[in-house]
């Protein structure tokens, strides 16, 4: 059975930073690439990054580009986000997710985590 | 970057009803389009990909369809556990993208 589980979220400062981390068992973890999706509260569904399945490469969406690093240790089965500098609209529930690609070029997500919660405020 | 628009933003339905969710991509995405469920307080599960593929494990009630910028999600027969928010997203290219989401009540 395929699981995500991620942890490393909380209250936290605007400008600190706070590092999620995402257990995956289930499946052979370095064979997918990996995603970050994020919701802030009673709203939608915004992604944030993506890496490969070797880590190789790394996408980002403009409003973290910077301030957030995703990563993996295939090694430990596990996913992260180093997110630094953060703001007040960064607050939301952070989901770890398992990229299907499919057609070639394109991507959905198969499998998410339960999600963690990360709020920013002083 | 590209936008997803939904619709309706929200409907209810009766037991046994036929429901159809729309989605309208901003250019054409070349069916790289997913349709995901929420229930409250859970993770978003993967229906259909593909704009077409069902998703193992899934109903075959549900059906997706459309290409270009035009897509939509029916499922042919409503049922209670059907009750929820429903996302498109396209992942032909980044950043990957969503819809605002439509919330399904039973009627």
């Known amino acids: 059975e395929v699981q995500l589980v991620e942890s490393g979220g909380g209250l936290v400062q605007p400008g600190r930073s706070l590092k999620l981390s995402c257990a995956a068992s289930g499946f052979t973890f370095s064979n997918y690439g990996m995603a970050w999706v994020r919701q802030a509260p009673t709203k939608g569904l915004e992604w944030v990054a993506t890496?490969?399945?070797?880590?190789?490469?790394?996408y980002y969406r403009d409003s973290v580009k910077g301030r957030f690093t995703i990563s993996r240790d295939n090694a430990k089965s596990t996913l992260y986000l180093q997110m630094d500098s953060l703001r007040s609209e960064d607050t939301a529930t952070y989901y770890c997710a398992r990229s299907l690609n499919y057609g070639g070029y394109s991507a959905a997500f198969d499998y998410w985590g339960q999600g963690v919660m990360v709020t920013v405020s002083s | 970057d590209i936008q997803m628009t939904q619709s309706p933003a929200s409907l209810s339905a009766s037991l046994g009803e036929t429901v159809t969710i729309q989605c309208r991509a901003s250019?054409?995405?070349?069916?790289?389009l997913a349709w995901y469920q929420q229930k409250p307080g859970k993770s978003p599960q993967l229906l259909i990909y593909g704009a077409s593929s069902l998703q193992d494990g899934v109903p075959s009630r549900f059906s997706g369809s459309g290409s270009g910028t035009q897509y939509s999600l029916k499922i042919s027969s409503m049922q209670t556990e059907d009750e929820g928010v429903y996302f498109c997203q396209q992942g032909l290219k980044y950043p990957y993208t969503f819809g605002a989401g439509t919330k399904l009540e039973l009627k």
């Open positions: 250019e054409d995405i070349y069916s790289g």
């Open positions: 890496i490969s399945y070797d880590g190789s490469s790394t």
